[in-house]
């Protein structure tokens, strides 16, 4: 479980302080089947040694994913702009929630000198939402990517970016900046929106993905949902064909996970098998790339999927 308490290097303070009065949720116990190994590996230090050597961020970190171990000892880390507070408050997340600070101008070279650093193929770049920018940080972003092609001119770039709700123009932003993937998450069902994630609108968020699809076709586009939230079946499949009438190319479905006992409970663990048939269910529905398990996760295995989705495109020109 993760702590509420940020007391590292300053006066403690609530982590989500509009969780801190909410009374505490069940948590079920974990299956055999969510287990995953302690992050001891000499590749994990050396990646978070980089990390910090740099003065960044990662929604590995902030968002206390299970799969920290694995990708970091493989030196594959996703790099979390424009600071480590968040303007939303969903009820899934664990990254800090408050007014953030000013943008740090340097931030872009310091993402792209630890791309070079870790030797990354393929680099995975996420924020936090914020709102108090006039264009959602959409610009900081194009910057990102362009100092990471600056830099390593070879390395595929895929952000994974808020939904810019109400921000104009920010996804002609990001887009002019050619990323090889645009991801932005659902995160869950229409119905679930105003307990899981209320600041946003879920046709909002559907409406983005087509509309980079619309400025460039040629990026790849890629959405995905958490499950365990009390979702129906027949609500999921409706979500997998929202996201193909925007043309999405690329699902993700993973088990959702409760950071605390003050965010929303795991109301089911699903089992392996489950996802293998959501999965087939998204591939009939005309998704290149599906990736559904327990421990998926929107960047877990990001470059090998994205080299498999590039190969089949080439496949059918």
């Not at 960044?56 to 790099?79: D, M, Q, R, Y």
């Not at 872009?108 to 108090?132: C, F, M, Q």
């Not at 409970?265 to 599906?290: N, Q, T, W």
């Amino acid at each position: 479980m993760a702590l509420l308490i940020d007391s590292v290097g300053r006066p403690a303070r609530p982590r989500h302080p509009e969780k801190a009065h909410r009374p505490d949720q069940p948590v079920l116990a974990k299956p055999d089947w969510i287990r995953v190994k302690a992050p001891v590996s000499a590749g994990y230090v050396e990646t978070r040694r980089i990390v910090r050597a740099h003065d960044l961020h990662t929604v590995c970190e902030e968002a206390s994913c299970p799969n920290i171990g694995e990708c970091w000892e493989a030196k594959h880390a996703t790099f979390m702009i424009m600071g480590d507070t968040c303007t939303r408050a969903c009820a899934f997340c664990n990254v800090k929630t408050g007014l953030p600070g000013p943008l740090d101008p340097g931030e872009p070279e310091h993402v792209a000198a630890a791309t070079e650093k870790l030797g990354l193929t393929h680099v995975v770049v996420t924020s936090v939402d914020r709102d108090d920018l006039d264009d959602g940080g959409a610009a900081h972003f194009a910057a990102v990517i362009r100092a990471i092609r600056a830099r390593c001119p070879e390395t595929t770039v895929e952000v994974l970016t808020p939904d810019f709700l109400r921000k104009s123009d920010a996804a002609e932003v990001v887009a002019a900046a050619r990323p090889d993937v645009f991801n932005h998450t659902l995160e869950t069902v229409p119905s679930k929106y105003m307990s899981v994630r209320p600041g946003a609108r879920y046709f909002a968020s559907i409406r983005l993905l087509q509309h980079v699809k619309e400025i460039d076709a040629q990026i790849f586009t890629k959405s995905g949902i958490m499950v365990g939230l009390g979702e129906g079946r027949s609500e999921v499949l409706q979500v997998m064909d929202d996201l193909r009438a925007a043309e999405v190319d690329f699902l993700t479905i993973g088990q959702y996970l409760q950071p605390s006992r003050k965010h929303h409970p795991v109301l089911r663990f699903v089992p392996p098998d489950e996802f293998k048939e959501l999965a087939a269910v998204a591939y009939a529905k005309g998704f290149s790339m599906v990736a559904a398990s327990p421990l998926t996760r929107s960047s877990h295995h990001a470059g090998e999927d994205f080299a498999r989705l590039k190969a089949l495109r080439a496949s059918h020109q």
